[in-house]
């Protein structure tokens, strides 16, 4: 299958996606694939996972599928150490998967909280953990991507609080990652995605989303195919002298 720019090649590199079964996730490994890398979907929904790599591997690329729960440690643990004993330290750990709820401040309980807290900002801690161990042994370098959320550059609505803070976290997390890593050759950066349609999104409980995150981009809704983007240019050979940037991919909301 005919690769993309070499400079955004992943030929011969392994790939590790979270929250790879729908959306945002689904289409960063479909891009990671395309550009020649074997692409690992570890996802809760480990059926739809599985769908994704199989329309992948029908389109020629390699992919396989692994069930990862974000929010149980010893999952992550378990599902890190197969996906290294099978194929070796990843290349590239994206932390994609997560929580999207909304839930009213006033109203707002400390389990929510925690809730939102233990997958989006707890989980892409032990995952860099567990995999960056596995880079620094294998001593090649490698990349590390989080995707983090536009809410915290101002698309907001109501009933974000837990989501925007676990965000938050993971942002602060990202540049102690990019300090610490380094001197192992491993980078890390931040994709903010804008709004994108995605079944997670729509199937979001909580308030209704009212507030500027519902102000219409300039350029116009975002696709999943447009953070994939980023999130390649941070992985690939491009990106070798980069660490601890942000990128927002928002459709020029910012300017708005």
């Excluded at 980069?242 to 459709?251: C, E, P, S, W």
Aim: with cysteine; hydrophobic share 45%; glycine share 14%.
């Amino acid at each position: 299958m005919q690769q993309d720019s070499p400079g955004f090649s992943l030929s011969g590199r392994l790939a590790l996606v979270t929250g790879g079964a729908s959306g945002i996730g689904a289409g960063i490994a479909a891009s990671f694939a395309r550009s020649g890398a074997t692409v690992v979907i570890a996802d809760i929904d480990l059926d739809g996972a599985a769908r994704v790599a199989q329309e992948l591997v029908a389109a020629g690329c390699s992919a396989s599928a692994r069930r990862l729960d974000l929010g149980d440690e010893k999952s992550i643990v378990d599902a890190c150490a197969d996906v290294v004993d099978r194929y070796g330290a990843p290349w590239v750990l994206v932390n994609n998967a997560g929580l999207q709820d909304r839930e009213s401040f006033l109203e707002g309980t400390a389990g929510e909280w925690d809730r939102m807290n233990r997958v989006n900002a707890r989980g892409p801690f032990l995952m860099t953990r567990e995999i960056g161990r596995a880079m620094v042994a294998a001593g090649g370098g490698g990349r590390i991507v989080n995707i983090g959320s536009a809410v915290l550059r101002g698309s907001i609505v109501h009933g974000l609080a837990a989501y925007a803070g676990s965000k938050g976290a993971l942002l602060g997390l990202s540049g102690a990652l990019a300090f610490e890593l380094a001197e192992h050759g491993i980078t890390v950066n931040t994709v903010l995605p804008g709004g994108v349609a995605t079944p997670g999104a729509i199937a979001a409980k909580g308030p209704p989303a009212a507030g500027p995150g519902r102000r219409p981009p300039p350029l116009g809704v975002c696709e999943p195919a447009d953070i994939a983007a980023a999130a390649l240019f941070f992985a690939s050979p491009a990106a070798g002298r980069i660490t601890n940037q942000v990128l927002a991919v928002d459709a020029g909301f910012s300017v708005t």
